[in-house]
């Protein structure tokens, strides 16, 4: 459900661009090389990177990835440089504007995953 609102909302957003989720067959390393990802959303019980998080960052060292608590409350940013940021306050507009500052003026190219 985390999922299909976060998509939902970045969809209508001009400058994003919900690229894919990864299926049961393809790994999200995979979606990330084919579609050019720039951000990756994963939802995490406690807001620590999922243990993927660490290998798609040293394969695609520009890859930004934002994990969200289930609750929807709580989001960090992740990036290669072994930081994990709090976002403080955390709505969706924040996680936009979270995008945006990271990723410059240039569009963004975003794939949502959440697992159980």
Known sequence: ???????????????????????????????????????????????TPPPAADSL?????????????PNGREAFRVELRSETIPIREISFQRLVDEIRETLGEACSRTAVEERP
């Open 57 to 69: 960052l040293k394969e695609h060292p520009r890859l930004k990835i934002f994990t969200i608590t």
């Open 1 to 47: 459900m985390l999922r299909q609102i976060v998509s939902s909302l970045l969809n209508k957003e001009d400058d994003f661009q919900v690229v894919g989720y990864p299926a049961e067959q393809t790994d999200l390393g995979s979606l990330v090389e084919s579609t050019k990802t720039d951000v990756v959303i994963m939802a995490s019980p406690d807001g």
